[in-house]
């Protein structure tokens, strides 16, 4: 079985349609583990919670879907995330709110765990270092973990209570073995590693192994949306840059 590993959507509606056209040019998927950021900093909340939905996925919440529902504090969000948010909150529908609500944080299911941050902190934690990575493998109880919330498509293997470290790039194999992994497929709708083409992974459990890939998607588009609806300005350009 194939499955769709995707996280940080981020109300882009075209880099999503882009990843799930482009998942069927490697044998497509039969189900979908999302881990969080569905919305916020994007021009298409609703459309893309209602294209999710109908892929029936695995989803937990990330820090952006509890704010935009109003689950967290959008105290600790910097002003640029912060407007994007309220704009957000007000485009949901009573059953995107419905959605983003029912979301777990945590979803443990056969050898991996999904959290949208870390295992210790599943909302909020980045892991973007491997002594952060090494602390977190305490936390986990299964042989495998995957994250988002950086935006970084990357693998941190735990060895002797340590961590190394991998970046991914397009086309890039992971092969699972003994060893406890922490995996990011980098973000589908903001990624912020260089390369602004959306960032997915597909996980074989026949073959025990993870794939990254990259597509590109119509950014001018997204950004005319964003524009339209009067997001705030470094939101709009850092879609082109991939930061
Ligand atoms: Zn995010």
């Not at 029936?56 to 959008?74: E, F, M, R, T």
């Not at 990575?133 to 299964?142: I, P, R």
């Not at 992974?201 to 073959?207: C, K, M, P, Q």
């Given at each position: 079985m194939k499955?769709?590993?995707?996280?940080?959507?981020?109300?882009?509606?075209?880099?999503?349609?882009?990843?799930?056209?482009?998942?069927?040019?490697?044998?497509?998927?039969?189900?979908?583990?999302?881990?969080?950021?569905?919305?916020?900093?994007?021009?298409?909340?609703?459309a893309c919670i209602k294209l999710l939905k109908q892929l029936?996925?695995?989803?937990?919440?990330?820090?952006?879907?509890?704010?935009?529902?109003?689950?967290?504090?959008?105290?600790d969000f910097n002003s640029d995330a912060a407007?994007?948010?309220?704009?957000?909150?007000?485009q949901l529908s009573d059953e995107d709110r419905e959605f983003l609500l029912m979301l777990p944080e945590v979803i443990v299911e056969d050898d991996f765990t999904i959290v949208h941050g870390s295992p210790r902190m599943p909302a909020w934690e980045y892991i973007a270092y491997s002594f952060?990575?090494?602390?977190?493998?305490?936390?986990?109880?299964?042989?495998?973990?995957?994250v988002g919330h950086t935006h970084v498509p990357c693998v941190f293997e735990e060895?002797?209570?340590?961590?190394?470290?991998?970046?991914?790039?397009?086309g890039d194999m992971l092969a699972l073995g003994d060893?406890?992994?922490?995996?990011?497929?980098?973000?589908?709708?903001?990624?912020?590693?260089?390369?602004?083409?959306?960032?997915?992974?597909?996980?074989?459990?026949?073959?025990?192994?993870?794939?990254?890939?990259?597509?590109?998607?119509?950014i001018a588009v997204t950004q005319d949306k964003m524009e339209q609806a009067g997001l705030p300005q470094f939101l709009i350009s850092r879609l082109a840059s991939g930061i």
């Open positions: 499955y769709l590993i995707i996280a940080d959507i981020h109300s882009n509606l075209e880099a999503l349609q882009a990843v799930l056209e482009d998942a069927q040019n490697y044998g497509g998927f039969g189900n979908v583990w999302c881990m969080g950021d569905v919305v916020g900093y994007g021009p298409d909340p609703s029936d996925p695995l989803c937990v919440s990330g820090n952006h879907d509890l704010a935009a529902v109003g689950k967290i504090d959008i105290a407007r994007a948010n309220r704009w957000t909150s007000g952060t990575a090494a602390d977190n493998f305490k936390y986990l109880t299964t042989r495998y973990c995957l060895e002797e209570g340590m961590a190394n470290e991998g970046y991914m790039s397009h060893k406890r992994l922490i995996i990011n497929p980098g973000g589908v709708g903001q990624p912020r590693d260089r390369d602004q083409r959306a960032s997915y992974a597909i996980y074989d459990s026949d073959e025990h192994n993870i794939f990254n890939y990259r597509v590109p998607y119509d």
